[in-house]
Each structure stands twice: as structure tokens, then as C-alpha cells.
């Protein structure tokens, strides 16, 4: 499987700062993905992040709040912008060689907004 | 669409007890299923799958999991917990023909000396 990480590992953040955070893969994949895990709960898939081309987002997910880039198939980010303390979430990026290849997570950022 | 319930989301075993830990799904394709666990403070280590083939899968740290068409279920076991079990631990399911996962509520298992 690949080595994926991610940075900042955490933070702690102002309301209505915004903030970025990285992914990195040691190998080229084809797909990388963006999920959220607030306090207690599962895992929700933020969006796609698709190499050259704007990304996919979820319902209740959109491009304003949670801008992606993914210049190159081994780094993406995520921005969350204009941050509220409803954002606290753990933030985990995973990747899968294809879209039929077992997803791999990162080690998730852990944000607190304050 | 694929959908995953997980029942109970607190497990107590004592060490070297059985692990048995429950997840029904809902999909209208064939099914993808995996198992991951989440130890405190880290992100999520992939157990096991099942995508095809065996309905008996074996997966790292002595788990495994067997898929049942006909109860539509994925149930995780461990013949012995230890201590370091203790985490948390997500179901998913994707369909075979997307890749997006659906995760379960996940169930915490707390591990008695």
C-alpha cells in the first residue's frame, strides 16, 4: 500500500480563518479523496479530488467552503474556509489506485476551531 | 446505493475472549466490504476486504470476517482479544462498480484485563 501523509497533523484555528491542509503519496494514484470525521462519528466523503479538472463534491459539500486542489497525482489539498467551530472535524485523505482499488487513509488533521 | 448499520456501538471483552463485532448492509449491486480500525489519535488502517471469491476473508492481527449473501452481514471476529485491540472499528461497503465508501457509525471496543 502506499505512504500517505498529511500536514498540518493539527491545528487550532480562529472562526473565520481558513486553512489548508496537505496530502502526499508516496506513489502516483489515480484517485484521492477527501472525508471528514466530526466529533464521535463516522466518516463523510467530502469529494473527489480529481487531477487537472475541478473536483467532485458530495451533497452538502461545496466548492466555496471546501476548495481542492490536485496539481499532480501524488498531493492534493483541502481548504476549509471561513472556518466555524461546526467545522472541528478530523480531516482524512485516502487514495486508491482506481476507482475499483481499496481506498488507503492518511493519518487525518485534526482541526479545532475556536 | 449502498448503505451499512453496525450493531452496538460499544463492545467490552475481557482479554482473550472472542471478539464478535456486527455489520448488516444494504446495496443494489454486488458489494464491496471492508473492516478498518482506528487506533486513538491515528487514521484508519485497513483490516480486511472482501470483493469476490471466498466469503471467509482473513485479515492482519488475527481477524476475520465471513460475507453472507443471504443475511446480507460482514461480521468482524477474533477468536482472542488482546489489549492493543482496543480501538475503534468501521464497516464500509462500496458497490463493485463505484468506488465511493459508505462507512457504518463504527463500534469501540474496550478491551478488561
Known amino acids: 500500500s502506499a505512504v500517505i501523509s498529511q500536514k498540518p497533523s493539527r491545528d487550532i484555528c480562529q472562526r473565520g480563518t481558513s486553512l489548508t491542509i496537505q496530502c502526499q503519496v508516496d506513489?502516483?494514484?489515480?484517485?484521492m479523496f477527501w472525508y471528514r470525521q466530526q466529533p464521535g462519528q463516522s466518516l463523510t466523503l467530502i469529494a473527489t479530488?480529481?487531477?487537472?479538472?475541478?473536483?467532485?463534491?458530495e451533497s452538502g459539500f461545496v466548492i466555496d467552503k471546501f476548495p481542492i486542489s490536485r496539481p499532480n497525482l501524488t498531493f492534493s489539498t483541502l481548504t476549509v474556509s471561513n472556518m466555524s467551530p461546526e467545522d472541528s472535524s478530523i480531516y482524512l485523505c485516502?487514495?486508491?489506485?482506481?476507482?475499483?482499488?481499496?481506498?488507503?487513509f492518511g493519518p487525518g488533521t485534526r482541526l479545532t476551531v475556536l | 446505493a449502498q448503505s451499512v448499520t453496525q450493531l452496538g456501538s460499544h463492545v467490552s471483552v475481557s482479554e482473550g475472549a472472542l471478539v464478535l463485532l456486527r455489520c448488516n448492509y444494504s446495496s443494489s449491486v454486488p458489494p464491496y466490504l471492508f473492516w478498518y480500525v482506528q487506533y486513538p489519535n491515528q487514521g484508519l488502517q485497513l483490516l480486511l476486504k472482501?470483493?469476490?471469491?471466498?466469503?471467509l476473508v482473513k485479515g492482519i492481527n488475527g481477524f476475520e470476517a465471513e460475507f453472507k449473501k443471504s443475511e446480507t452481514s460482514f461480521h468482524l471476529t477474533k477468536p482472542s482479544a488482546h489489549m492493543s485491540d482496543a480501538a475503534e472499528y468501521f464497516c464500509a461497503v462500496s458497490g463493485s462498480n463505484d468506488y465511493k465508501l459508505s462507512f457504518g457509525a463504527g463500534t469501540t471496543v474496550t478491551v478488561r484485563a
Open positions: 472482501y470483493t469476490t471469491g471466498a466469503t
Open positions: 485516502s487514495v486508491g489506485r482506481d476507482s475499483r482499488d481499496t481506498q488507503y
Open positions: 479530488a480529481n487531477q487537472g479538472s475541478e473536483a467532485t463534491y
Open positions: 506513489s502516483q494514484v489515480t484517485m
